[in-house]
């Protein structure tokens, strides 16, 4: 009688142990997308990439950050993985299923997801001409940036308004895009501002070039940022001329351009 409960005492004593070893190893994964699982490591890999874009990030952006990547994880899972993995050999990588490429390309995955939501309906936008080619390469590891500001006053009251924006784009097809504004009133007796804060938007992107002879950044994201504007996350940004240091809008706006690498 004493040898079995003695069994049974290191048999329960093997399964509490198995239990805590498994429960550690659990709270590492975030989520879990059919043979897929996304983990902290693959989280510290992404915050690394973009602590090289941008900088001081606050506890409520590393958490927004992180529901991002778990959403895009869920709708990309082996893509998403892949383009974390290459960028940290001591993470083992899946085997990733191919995306399908209607036109026999080697696209990354990014510029991929773009041409997928958008399943056949490009209209006049031509993806694979030589224009398009050119500017695709010119676009990847770009990043663009912009800066306004706006003083106005009248009877005793003055207003100012700063707003600045950037625009990341990684050679993999993604990009990030970080918007802040600032707003200051003065009238006699109070003044009133608000804060300096700064938003970041993730997304995937891809080109095109269109008969017009000018060209189209197509950008998607499901961020709520993006879906304010543009409900099915894609939004076209049309560019009408472009060189070494800068991108001009049709209407005249512009961005600097530098050349900024993701990795």
Not at 167 to 196: H, K, L, R, W
Not at 198 to 213: H, K
Request: charged fraction near 15%.
């Amino acid at each position: 009688m004493s040898t079995i409960k003695l069994t049974f005492v290191t048999l329960f004593l093997a399964c509490i142990s198995v239990a805590s070893c498994q429960t550690s190893k659990d709270n590492t994964v975030l989520a879990v997308q059919g043979n897929y699982s996304l983990t902290k490591k693959h989280f510290e890999i992404h915050m690394a990439d973009l602590n090289m874009v941008l900088e001081n990030q606050s506890k409520e952006d590393i958490e927004i950050e992180k529901l991002l990547l778990i959403e895009m994880f869920k709708e990309s899972p082996a893509e998403i993985l892949a383009s974390l993995e290459e960028r940290d050999p001591m993470v083992p990588q899946p085997d990733p299923i191919p995306a399908p490429d209607p036109n026999g390309l080697n696209l990354v995955w990014g510029h991929q997801k773009v041409r997928n939501v958008l399943n056949g309906d490009i209209g006049q936008m031509q993806f694979d001409t030589s224009r398009a080619n050119a500017f695709r390469a010119y676009v990847a590891n770009s990043l663009l940036s912009s800066k306004s500001n706006n003083t106005s006053s009248s009877y005793g009251t003055s207003n100012y308004s700063e707003s600045s924006a950037t625009i990341q784009f990684c050679a993999d097809g993604t990009f990030v895009e970080s918007t802040s504004g600032y707003i200051g009133i003065d009238v006699p007796g109070m003044s009133a501002s608000s804060d300096n804060s700064t938003d970041y938007m993730p997304g995937y992107w891809e080109v095109a070039s269109l008969p017009n002879g000018m060209m189209v950044i197509l950008l998607y994201s499901t961020h709520p940022l993006m879906l304010e504007d543009a409900p099915n996350g894609l939004l076209p940004f049309i560019v009408g001329q472009y060189g070494e240091d800068f991108v001009a809008l049709p209407n005249g706006d512009g961005y600097r351009r530098s050349i900024n690498y993701c990795n």
